[in-house]
């Protein structure tokens, strides 16, 4: 029997109301949490022995697993898996427990749900006093831009043709991931971006034109 938890602020509970199979072994709690450590995902996993015998416990996750034996009853196990990537995906993880008793195993698997998390450092948020250069990103509005020249006090997002680019949020797609369209960043030809559902490729140097245009400098490459 799988038992499925919910999902809340990161932190993922198992159910508790689940009676185990008559060969079942029962866990009388199972978390799974994503975080960062270190500017890197990672995920970690908890679980409790409900029984009255110790039993052996296997935490799994996308990321790695690891085996506890003989665990006693009441005890808890706890693991922290890390990723590699700057960001995970929304997954799940498993807490599978087993003993051997009066000739029979017993053996029943916990699957839990844990959130996406991204833990990539992000710029500093914009100050209206400091003097940027052309190259700087900064945080504004929920958003990030970087500063194409030399500027000061002018407002992220306030035009478009201005000194500062807003970057794409990052979009997964069937081919790959690519920078969703920005009205104020600048492509050239060849760069690929998401907008409307679609993929769309650069045929040459725009700033503030919409894609979609058939006379413009967006070749449509079709739906993501």
């Avoid at 999902?7 to 185990?20: D, K």
């Avoid at 866990?27 to 015998?53: F, H, M």
């Avoid at 929920?142 to 500027?151: H, L, V």
């Amino acid at each position: 029997m799988t038992l499925t938890g919910s999902t809340s602020h990161g932190v993922a509970t198992a159910a508790l109301t689940v009676t185990p199979a008559p060969t079942g072994v029962k866990l009388s709690t199972v978390t799974t949490r994503s975080q960062c450590v270190n500017d890197k995902p990672a995920v970690a996993v908890y679980a409790v022995n409900g029984e009255q015998v110790a039993v052996d416990i296997r935490l799994t996750t996308p990321f790695g697993d690891k085996k506890f034996t003989k665990v006693a009853p009441g005890a808890a196990v706890y693991a922290i898996f890390s990723a590699t990537d700057a960001s995970i995906v929304a997954g799940s993880s498993t807490a599978a427990a087993y003993y051997y008793a009066n000739g029979r195993g017993h053996y029943q698997v916990y699957t839990v749900g844990y959130d996406a998390i991204d833990c990539a450092p992000k710029p500093p948020a914009y100050s209206a006093s400091t003097v940027y250069t052309g190259g700087e990103f900064v945080t504004y509005d929920g958003r990030t831009f970087q500063a194409q020249w030399w500027t000061k006090g002018e407002t992220p997002g306030a035009t478009a043709t201005g000194a500062w680019a807003e970057v794409g949020a990052p979009v997964t797609t069937s081919q790959g991931v690519f920078p969703s369209w920005t009205r104020s960043w600048i492509y050239v030809g060849g760069e690929t971006v998401v907008y409307n559902g679609h993929l769309w490729k650069a045929k040459w140097w725009t700033r503030n034109q919409q894609p979609g245009d058939p006379y413009g400098p967006w070749q449509d490459l079709g739906r993501v």
